[in-house]
């Protein structure tokens, strides 16, 4: 039987999760597809030595023993971040391997030099676990939706702030005391802020814009609104008004300029995605031929990467075997075929909008705060006012129709600068209902 | 560029959507694959003439022309039914051509035939449509999770039989009447035995179990149900335990024997399949690495399962171009790795069960009732008793914990036989929480 060995760069978590997914599923592997896939070395600078399962593979502390090893076929990076993980990637495929990783931040901001190398060289680069953890999002965009022109991309890609998003609303619970208590579980990093800043997310949307419309994207082009200024009351405003709160990525195709969106969004209950709970993630399309397809599944952690991970690995090496590299397009479409697009500014987008206005309970209030709205031509959907109290600023609660988010903008800078408003008010995108 | 040309049998619902897609994708395909996808002849016995945006595709009524004409690389399957389909296929196949079908019954009842006959031949068959329209499934499960041994599989695979318990759900209506209403609206067929009697959600449960865990299995050793028997009642009960009920696939993979069963199922409201709505379809995998997964979109429709068709031709004609067919075994595991394995019959299954039992409001019943259960070991988890009338039969409703089969039909026969009991007791599974 063929073998086919693997070098790997970082024994972290999810490096671990892939040596254990390989050598547990061997067997399984060898059965699928004839082939004997053996991981055989691995980098690490923080080891000093492997688990004793792993007796047969070596352990380096340079990555430089994979890149000169003429018996590897396939190296796999999972240290995360920029740097060095670019420069290993590049210097991998300098030295003629395939390549695979789960970097997101990587293939989003730094990935047309790393495909433009592997095209090059007549390499294959992998990045299954880069988007949606163990979800085939990746071979499911490329290959099974081969056939559509995407319309459409919403989806929740972050299980952390999935994870605080749905124990706020179970529980009611404040952003800071939730964030704390997934600190200490382990479901939060130290830092969190690229997962709750909506940064994470951005960078898997970028991939799937990308591969989805055969189109090149700057993250800057990309406007971000994390979940951390999110408090329960606007949690509790959206099930009265039949919606919950995610944090979505969101992208339009309208061919001639692409939205690209990342935010907290209010989404219909009965909207699929408002039932993605916990850490789960979970990824919509719309095609024009296949109409709405949804993948839902584990977002992260390390067997469920690693099993993303082991099948880009396989795919290789059945392309190996059968002589096939490059059977199918890194990004989808071929190279020459991926195209500039104009990526639309925020404020020129539409919508349906919440407000919550904090303003004093005196009369009239309602009255200036709709003359306001009207004169930029947003138009009301509903109103909520609760919490009357003899003294001090209530809620008032506002869902619009669709409205121009630049609109949206200086009519709130005009009502937040009336006398009798308290605080700023809180503003939320809604999912319209057709979506 | 290098052109694939296709032919194809039918020109029904499903082919004239296949058509459709590779007219308008044609540009597309192009840039993702480098390749000219081409349909150039139909066969069809019903029509006389083609639309005339097909105007360079050959019409003809005999299917051989399709078998004698050398310059056809694939052919697609899409009349429906064993015969005379199996017959056009190992023609077809014979001719050393590619085949591609969305044939459930034949792929599942026939299967084995068809699948030996290409392996003969090296060539490939395609049937991603065969199970769940247009949701690339058959690739996911293939290749997504290749590095899994799959545990459990549970499906909603049937749009006609989620479409009505979403309508009796919704509107408490009786399922004759929802069904003649979907009849008369086309969203269920003049004869919907198939669907309804959960013979067409058992053929693509046949498909998933067999690339799930490589082995063979006969449909006759899957235990069916239909819903053709629920009544309002039943939903509504079930909704006050927390439960919405769905026709489900279930198998399972107990590694020396499986789990192979369709029948109506309580759902956990929480649980994602129990927010599939309407004639949506989605399947459920939990593999050993990768946890749960799952996959969901339209489940049949013209355009949907042209997608799925046209993926498989497109990946079967990047596996022309680059001299890779059979790349990917057609049914996951290489044909020699393929077992037998036993499936369970269903009597010795365990799962809760919910029992409506008719009986005369009459002192006792209940604890005359609850003995019997007892007898048989099974023991109740809630009862809800209620419609106190004058006279005549009221329900009882329990819900059990983990039952055997086999105890709960001999139980249920035995409060059958009470005089108090006026009508045969419903039963119905749930689905346990944890799964």
């Known amino acids: 039987m063929k073998e086919i060995k693997v070098g790997l760069i ?25 082939l004997s896939i053996r991981l055989t070395k691995v980098a690490d600078i923080a080891i000093s030595e492997l688990p004793p399962r792993f007796a047969d593979v070596t352990l380096t502390r340079d990555a430089k023993d994979l890149f000169s090893d003429p018996d590897i076929d396939i190296i796999v990076e999972l240290i995360g971040g920029i740097e060095p993980a670019k420069t290993f990637m ?24 790393i495909f433009s190398a592997a095209a090059k060289k007549g390499v294959e680069v992998g990045f299954e676990a880069s988007v949606g953890g163990g979800i085939p999002v990746i071979k499911a965009l490329k290959e099974g939706l081969v056939a559509n022109k995407i319309l459409s991309i919403m989806g929740i890609m972050n299980g952390t702030a999935n994870y605080i998003l749905t124990r706020m609303t179970d529980e009611g619970a404040a952003f800071v005391e939730v964030l704390k208590d997934a600190q200490e579980k382990g479901y939060a990093e130290a830092d969190p802020t690229y ?131 490059n059977r199918v397009p890194d990004l ?20 349906p909008y919440y407000f919550r206005i904090t303003a004093m309970d005196k009369p009239g209030v309602l009255s200036t705060v709709s003359g306001i709205l009207s004169k930029y031509g947003i138009s009301i959907e509903s109103v909520i006012q609760k919490g009357r109290k003899e003294s001090g600023p209530v809620p008032i609660v ?38």
């Open 90 to 113: 590049l210097q991998a495929i300098e030295s003629g391997k395939h390549v695979v990783t789960a970097n997101k931040a990587l293939i989003s901001q730094e990935g047309w030099d």
């Open 398 to 435: 506002i869902r619009t129709h669709r409205a121009q988010e630049s609109a949206v903008e200086k009519a709130l800078a005009e009502i937040d600068a009336l006398e009798v408003v308290a605080s700023e008010t809180v503003k939320i995108r809604i999912l319209e209902d057709q979506e």
């Open 195 to 325: 997962d709750i800043e909506g940064i994470d997310t951005a960078h898997k949307l970028a991939i799937l814009i990308s591969m989805s419309y055969g189109m090149r994207i700057s993250l800057e082009d990309i406007s971000i609104e994390g979940i951390s200024r999110l408090e329960p009351i606007d949690i509790q405003f959206a099930r009265e008004f039949g919606y919950k709160i995610k944090l979505l990525a969101i992208s339009r195709n309208h061919d001639d300029h692409i939205e690209a969106r990342v935010h907290p969004t209010m989404v219909p209950e009965n909207h699929l995605l408002a039932s993605i709970n916990g850490a789960y993630n979970a990824i919509h399309f719309t095609g024009d031929m296949v109409e709405n397809v949804l993948l839902y599944g584990q977002g992260a952690g390390m067997m469920p990467t690693g099993s993303a991970v082991a099948a880009d690995i396989v795919d290789i090496a059945r392309n190996i075997q059968s002589g096939s590299i």
């Open 10 to 34: 970082g024994f972290g978590t999810v490096g671990s999760g892939l040596a254990e997914v390989l050598l547990t599923q061997q067997k399984r592997l060898e059965k699928r597809s004839g």
């Open 332 to 351: 989808s479409y071929l190279p020459d075929q991926i195209i500039d697009r104009q990526i639309t500014p925020m404020e020129e987008l539409f919508c």
